[in-house]
């Protein structure tokens, strides 16, 4: 017992004393922060949801979901869960960015992120020594087939500025710009990486190596329930919600499980007061013809008010539905990010 309240608040110290080191706009390193992240690989493009499930005494779970596609061009969904040691956050310089539903959840040593040491390293001197493993999918399991080895340099005098939707608002994040070349015996590569200026949280904005290039498009994190841009909020003073956690299948009506938690929050929000009577509204990007994105945007606040109903006890009559298509876009539709900010479900009292 002691050794566990000893690990607790060891971590809550880290925690602390990292986010005091921060810049604004800080990213908290909270249960449900989630992630979105626009993939470019050789199989195709895609996009996954990271969500942060569970933070313990010394570890905590990452969540990925995405409709991956396969050699054949077929995609589905796979979900995979990521266990990472607090230690590793802070002190692991190997990166394994990449795992696979048939990976055990942890492989200690390692982190999905830039930890905290390469990030005060990159402060101070401008200089990180980095491990990354190159691994993929073989006969039912992800072997590594490569362990590359060298130096990121930071890439001018401090932060630069990345521009991200956060919790639905066009914000500014900071990041370092690192570049350099990693190496084995059989030859070098090159790596290009965004790394948020947040020792911890430092997430990987954007990144770029052999065969592969991604970015995130948004980021949303809980927010209290009397912050001026909670849900509840906005709806109980009459202003639209707009909602980016409920995701659907690609060019299709169907509900994500990844999108379970909000739908779950948007029903509580029901619950809570009895007496409301929601609109709910879908909006597409801009890819596709117009009359599908219109119906498409119908159809997706259908499944939503289905999902209210069936699942979580919402009576029908409170619960409208429409759709815009993409009519009315909140950003350009020219860039992974603005065409994120366009799909979204906008919630209105009646």
Known sequence: MRVGILLAFLALEWIAQTAAAEPPNQIPFVVGLSTMRAVSSPSGDYETVQVLNEITQGSFKLVRSGEAPDDSGTTREITVTRGVRLEDLRNARTLRTYFHESDPEEFPGTCPLATTVMINELRSSGKTTVTYLEVEPQFGETVVTRTLKGVLARIGAGPVDVPMLVNGKRTTLHALHVAGRLADDD??????????????????????????????????????????????????????????????????????????KVLKQIAAVMKSNPDWKLRIDGHTDSIGGDNANLELSKRRAEAVKKALVERYGILANRLNTGGYGAAQPQDKNDTAEGRARNRRVVLTRE
């Open 187 to 260: 030859g070098g590569e090159d790596f290009d990486y965004y790394v948020l200026d947040q020792p911890s949280n430092p997430l990987l904005l954007r990144s770029k190596g052999p065969g592969f290039s991604s970015a995130i498009t948004k980021i949303d994190f809980p927010e209290a329930k009397d912050s001026p841009d909670s849900m509840e909020r906005s709806l109980a003073e009459h202003r639209p919600a707009v909602v980016y956690g409920v995701y659907f299948a690609f060019a299709r009506a169907e509900i994500r499980p990844v999108s379970e």
